[in-house]
């Protein structure tokens, strides 16, 4: 047998590999296909409340107003609200902002400012009476 005719059978061999590799290949993704469309669902075939649940917002720091309470960070996105929270006093603004918005309680607070328990609590419930009234003259 010479070198030709055995390079030329060994090229059939492997074109006829190749060629069952690649029925193979494709078979597989069709089947692969076939078990994702049966699980998919297109857009348009989906309901309200399913469009509602897959939509998201993009948020950006312009849309927010910030506060810097100690090392603490709080962003409003109402700008009514952090209007009225500038118009308080440093002391009665942080009390409020580190209450509702970092859930420290009142002991917590005192601590970290080193004042009475009831002084917190003093300065809260000045702040929140002060907003009530900012925030009907709003209105």
Partial sequence: ????????????????????????????RNRQF???????????ELSDTKNLECETTDKYSCDYISFEVLNFTMQISNEELAVALYKLSSKERDVILLHYFQNMSDQEIAELYHVSRSAVYRRRS???????VLLKKRN
């Fill in 126 to 132: 000045n702040g929140l009476k002060k907003l009530k």
């Fill in 1 to 28: 047998m010479n070198t030709s005719s055995f390079e030329h059978i060994v090229r059939i061999q492997f074109n006829a590999l190749m060629k069952t590799v690649i029925k193979c290949t494709v078979k597989s």
């Fill in 34 to 44: 076939v078990r994702h469309s049966k699980r998919e669902i297109l857009f348009c």
